[in-house]
């Protein structure tokens, strides 16, 4: 099956997407700081209450909530994405494109470097843009310690480089009509 790109208009996130950022961002019942320096974070990754007013630490939250208010979070990134997102993603690019902004939000993806190489059919260049969104809390999370994983967030510096391969696995997979493939 050949995968194509489509216009970001006609996309909206998959199931797969969606359990990518639950799974990603854990369940907490109750609000606690993720990593140093960091916002006060409950349900799966939210920093803000629905009225809009930021997570307090010990906040509670339950599974139904934090889905519900997971796909509102989704709902709204994906707004804003399809208003500055111009150029055409597969459903795979389109997925860790929202799981990215779901993490960093919509003004700061629309902003990014990774939307202006999409928008400018620099593919191959998007994708490794995301391991330029490596600090937390203004630390370095591709830093180690004495050789080891800094354990401050490590999983930051984790999570990008994995959207990266998945990026460039999903960019080498995109084809043509003739059998060739398109590679940005």
Known sequence: MIK????VAVLSLSAAGLFGIVKHEGFSERATVPTKNDRPT??????????GSPVQLGDPCTPVEGIERSVNHIAKDETG???????????????ILVDWTYQYGTQAACKSSIVRHINAGRYPEACEAYT???YSGG????????GKPNKRCWGVWQRNLERRNRCMEAVNGIGTDSGTTDRG
Request: glycine letters at 4%.
């Open 139 to 146: 630390y370095d999370c591709s830093t180690t310690i004495n």
């Open 132 to 134: 330029l969104y490596k």
């Open 42 to 51: 409950n349900c799966f990754g939210m920093t803000f209450r629905p009225d």
């Open 4 to 7: 194509r790109r489509l216009a």
């Open 81 to 95: 994405l399809k208003r500055c997102v111009t150029g055409e993603l597969s459903q795979a690019e389109y997925d």
